[in-house]
């Protein structure tokens, strides 16, 4: 790439950040004329504060939060601060008790965001953690069944071949595509021997959303089969409006360091509270139970927290309510929209350049900010990724099909990066 060209995409990355800082919380209230002198949409001084906030954002054109997103300076410090002071003096009462209500008040925090009760919160350290906490949840038998997509991230899959390969259950596949129905593609793979349907909420590879109500009749569909739905959630909360209970699943697993810009390390699985005597541990230890002695007697926590065990990275946790608090502050409902925003500006600048097209949903309500460019023939994504990481400075992704190119677009990218990072696109594949 010359010069000139990288110049102008580093300008591009960094010129919200120079914008007037204004408190993230108070930014739409703001007076018009706090805003930068050449904003034609006011959304941009709101973006502007959160992008001075999070380095990587003004480091390149960073499309890569549905792989790992990038935290912001306060979740960043808030993890240092809290680390320095535990280790003040770890086992000191004054310093472990105020640790130890991080946790606590992270489910609580999780659950009045993400439509749950507290008790149906358990903390870990990963999307996948939750998966197999549920996969590994059942006695499962040769024969028996579980029906997943063909858009799943390796998370949801190798368990599963996993789980085959220990105890002979079979995978049935369906179809997720963007334009194909949820129920008669789940309906149609259902038998006596399936025992649960694991999807995601959002698929990486193509961007396509489950809509809420699909979802909840999907969950009434299953319950009156008995069979056991999971949602694998690493690129729902903090990408598309996301509350447990209304998508009418059992479980929900999500991450802390995709789009809620959290610290590495961090996730949240949810369990419905009837659920929580059916969904059998498989790993236990220290702070999974209430009760025990040595004589072989215990009892469990009656709520999620029982799928937790072990010594926890309390600084890392508490980074998470802190992300998720940062999120809040600058605004759910706003993000969401202004992703929806930037994924129509997307589709309008791919449409109008030759050779390439739109592999992910262009509804709304089937959209995310997983957004899917399908290169032209002779165009390898792996070596796209390399080229444009190297050359150009643009961090995105191939996805699972041959051809399709992953831009995940959060609410801090910009027009400008997108037509960047489009036009670079083109350029490579043309």
């Not at 380095?55 to 808030?78: C, K, R």
């Not at 040595?294 to 072990?310: D, M, N």
């Not at 097209?357 to 002779?378: K, M, N, T, Y």
């Not at 961090?395 to 960047?420: G, M, Q, W």
Request: with cysteine; hydrophobic share 40%; aromatic share 6%.
């Amino acid at each position: 790439m010359n010069t000139s060209r990288r110049h102008f995409l580093r300008r591009s990355a960094g010129a919200l950040a120079l914008a007037p800082i204004v408190p993230v919380g108070r930014l739409a209230l703001a007076d018009p004329a706090s805003r930068p002198a050449d904003s034609s949409r006011p959304q941009e001084a709101w973006v502007a504060r959160a992008r001075a906030e999070i380095p990587a954002s003004t480091e390149s054109l960073y499309f890569q939060t549905g792989g790992i997103g990038p935290a912001p300076n306060a979740v960043i410090d808030h993890v240092h601060e809290r680390l320095a002071f535990q280790n003040r003096s770890p086992a000191e009462p004054r310093i472990s008790d105020e640790m130890a209500r991080i946790e606590p008040d992270l489910r609580t925090q999780l659950a009045r965001v993400f439509g749950a009760g507290t008790e149906e919160v358990a903390l870990t350290h990963s999307t996948s953690e939750g998966i197999s906490i549920l996969a590994w949840s059942l006695n499962w038998e040769p024969g028996d069944e579980v029906v997943i997509s063909n858009t799943e991230h390796p998370a949801n899959v190798v368990p599963w071949y996993v789980l085959r390969d220990r105890f002979g259950i079979a995978i049935r596949e369906i179809d997720l595509s963007p334009g194909t129905g949820l129920i008669d593609e789940v309906r149609g793979r259902l038998s006596d021997r399936t025992r649960m349907v694991s999807v995601s909420h959002v698929s990486r590879n193509n961007g396509r959303t489950l809509r809420t109500d699909e979802s909840a009749e999907l969950g009434d569909l299953l319950r009156s089969r008995g069979v056991r739905y999971h949602l694998d959630g690493a690129q729902g909360p903090g990408c598309v409006a996301t509350d447990f209970r209304a998508l009418g699943c059992d479980g929900y697993s999500t991450c802390g360091h995709k789009w809620l810009l959290g610290p590495k390390g961090t996730g949240a699985l949810f369990v419905r509270r009837e659920m929580l005597d059916d969904v059998q541990l498989s790993w236990a230890g220290s702070h999974s139970h209430a009760t025990m002695d040595y004589e072989g007697a215990y009892t469990l926590l009656p709520s999620a927290a029982r799928y937790e065990f072990g010594t926890r990275a309390l600084a890392d946790f508490a980074g998470f309510a802190r992300a998720v608090e940062w999120m809040e502050d600058v605004g759910l409902e706003r993000i969401e929209n202004r992703i929806q925003s930037l994924v129509d500006h997307a589709i309008e600048v791919v449409d109008r350049t030759e050779g390439l097209d739109v592999s992910s949903p262009r509804a709304r309500p089937d959209r995310s900010g997983v957004f899917v460019v399908q290169l032209p023939e002779g165009c390898d994504a792996t070596q796209l990724y390399s080229d444009l990481r190297e050359d150009e400075g643009i961090l995105a992704s191939p996805v699972r099909e041959e051809r399709d190119f992953r831009l995940s677009i959060h609410f801090f990218n910009t027009r400008d990066e997108i037509d960047a990072a489009v036009a670079a696109i083109a350029e490579r594949c043309s």
